[in-house]
């Protein structure tokens, strides 16, 4: 079956430092990669997303690879700001459901 | 426009007793989707509407869960007899126009359940 897994947290940053936080999958097929933020108080929102190997879905700042090779779809952010504070889910779907990584909540310092 | 919608925000229930979860879709969407976010189990998908049908209701974790949708659009889940360990968000998602692994699906704000 499918099954996403990624980096545990939390993680805490200072403003300005640069974010990844890893994920990995297992999937028959071609499954779509996405990445899904829960900012504090609120639902679940698409933060980016990767339907074939090698595409990279970018949004605010954060980007993300799909590769095939090492079955990764690792985010990525150069400098984060204190409004990035939130959970990351890294999430898979090669039909209709989504399957999800555990989650990582990321804190940023001023 | 509006977007995916569910009530009540909150709900305290004693065990045993039965609860109704309700979630409105965005308009138009035909596919929609229920899961449920717990400590222990993360986020889990329960069942998939593609209009009123459910193809897939393999996420249902027990009998005393079921779920209809009317007109293809407002859903219901309902649990019965609740336990303690149904604690948990559950979310409810809808995606246009077909479902699919490339379409977005836009997640409502969840409704809360704890039992007491």
């Given at each position: 079956?499918?099954?996403?897994t990624?980096?545990e947290?939390?993680?805490?940053?200072?403003?300005?430092?640069?974010?990844?936080?890893?994920?990995?999958?297992?999937?028959?097929g071609?499954?779509?990669?996405f990445?899904?933020?829960?900012?504090?108080?609120?639902?679940?929102?698409?933060?980016?997303?990767?339907?074939?190997?090698?595409d990279?879905?970018?949004?605010?700042?954060?980007?993300?690879?799909?590769?095939?090779e090492?079955?990764?779809?690792h985010l990525e952010?150069g400098s984060?700001?204190?409004?990035d504070?939130a959970?990351?889910?890294c999430?898979?779907?090669?039909?209709?459901?989504?399957s999800f990584g555990?989650?990582?909540?990321?804190?940023?310092?001023? | 426009?509006?977007?995916?919608?569910?009530?009540?925000?909150?709900?305290?229930?004693?065990?045993?007793?039965?609860?109704?979860l309700?979630?409105?879709?965005?308009?138009?969407?035909?596919?929609?989707?229920?899961?449920?976010?717990?400590?222990?189990?993360?986020?889990?998908?329960?069942?998939?509407?593609?209009g009123?049908?459910?193809?897939?209701?393999s996420?249902?974790?027990?009998?005393r869960?079921?779920a209809?949708?009317?007109?293809?659009s407002?859903?219901?889940?309902?649990?019965?007899?609740?336990?303690?360990?149904?604690?948990?968000?559950?979310?409810?998602?809808?995606?246009?126009?077909?479902?699919?692994?490339?379409?977005?699906?836009?997640?409502?704000?969840?409704?809360?359940?704890?039992?007491?």
């Amino acid at each position: 079956g499918n099954s996403v897994t990624q980096m545990e947290g939390p993680v805490t940053l200072s403003e300005e430092a640069f974010l990844t936080i890893n994920c990995t999958y297992t999937a028959t097929g071609y499954p779509s990669l996405f990445w899904y933020v829960q900012y504090p108080g609120e639902g679940l929102q698409l933060l980016l997303k990767a339907t074939k190997a090698d595409d990279k879905g970018s949004n605010k700042g954060f980007e993300a690879t799909y590769r095939k090779e090492t079955t990764s779809f690792h985010l990525e952010k150069g400098s984060v700001q204190v409004s990035d504070s939130a959970v990351y889910f890294c999430a898979l779907s090669n039909d209709y459901k989504l399957s999800f990584g555990a989650g990582t909540t990321v804190t940023v310092r001023a | 426009g509006a977007g995916v919608s569910q009530s009540p925000s909150n709900k305290v229930t004693e065990k045993g007793k039965d609860v109704e979860l309700r979630c409105d879709p965005i308009s138009g969407h035909t596919a929609l989707y229920w899961y449920r976010q717990s400590l222990g189990q993360g986020l889990e998908f329960l069942i998939y509407f593609q209009g009123n049908s459910a193809p897939d209701k393999s996420g249902l974790p027990s009998d005393r869960f079921s779920a209809e949708r009317t007109g293809g659009s407002v859903s219901t889940l309902t649990i019965q007899r609740t336990q303690q360990e149904d604690s948990a968000v559950y979310l409810c998602a809808s995606s246009s126009p077909f479902g699919g692994s490339s379409y977005e699906q836009y997640f409502g704000p969840g409704t809360r359940l704890t039992v007491t």
